[in-house]
């Protein structure tokens, strides 16, 4: 086999293994404006309370996990150098978020991350969502150049907004205070990210669109500078 064939079939592979990896990230993304909080049950015994959080920890772990992915795209894609160090950035947080939260379930037993919340039916759901979004960042027939930086901004912004909600309900939720330390912090840095890719969005890929500005400037957690 020469190597030009060689080459093209390893490059086959890791299109292969990226749309796979990333149609999960996309589908979180695509519904995470979506969720509507659920009423918090009352008198909660402190074994359902856990079990609660484990879900949650669970739903956490598993959406880092498929964030962590997002940066393989570039082996077969290229994008702008400020959309390569956001997404290198979110993606190497998400790595040790995730590093973190296997450190937790190690020295707290009652901490479970391998659990599976969702029902079925919205676990199909995001995979069908995550399968149309990722055609997008497919090789050859997805998007290139603006259109394709974009995109993987948006799909950032729609993962980091979900993810720094779940961390912090969980941090509100949780009574032990070392574990409320780690969700908060998780938090604040989700939401430092989440700004960062929004900032970027409006600065750049959103100038022209006139009700995302209209919709952006009476937020509390936008800037002046990226309201403008």
Do not use: W
Not at 55 to 84: A, R, T
Not at 111 to 117: A, D, R, S
Not at 173 to 182: A, G, R, T, V, W
Not at 191 to 197: S, W
């Amino acid at each position: 086999m020469s190597l030009a064939s060689s080459a093209g079939m390893d490059a086959s592979r890791i299109a292969c293994a990226l749309l796979i990896g990333l149609a999960a990230v996309s589908g979180c993304a695509e519904d995470s404006t979506a969720q509507k909080a659920e009423p918090r049950p009352q008198n909660v015994s402190a074994q359902d309370q856990r079990q609660i959080l484990s879900e949650g920890y669970s739903m956490l772990y598993k959406e880092l996990d498929d964030l962590s992915k997002l940066h393989l795209i570039f082996l077969v894609k290229s994008e702008s150098q400020p959309v390569n160090d956001v997404t290198t950035a979110v993606t190497e947080y998400a790595d040790s978020l995730k590093a973190t939260l296997e450190r937790v379930a190690r020295d707290y037993p009652a901490v479970n991350i391998k659990l599976e919340p969702l029902p079925v039916v919205e676990q199909r759901t995001r995979q069908a969502i995550g399968k149309d979004r990722v055609l997008s960042f497919a090789p050859v027939v997805g998007l290139t150049g603006e259109s394709f930086n974009r995109r993987v901004l948006q799909t950032l912004e729609g993962t980091l907004n979900h993810l720094r909600y779940v961390a912090q309900t969980i941090a509100d939720e949780e009574p032990e205070p070392s574990l409320k330390q780690i969700a908060t912090t998780a938090h604040n840095k989700l939401d430092e990210n989440y700004k960062r890719v929004l900032a970027m969005l409006n600065d750049t890929y959103f100038v022209n669109t006139g009700e995302r500005k209209v919709g952006t400037k009476d937020d509390p957690n936008v800037t002046t500078k990226e309201a403008r």
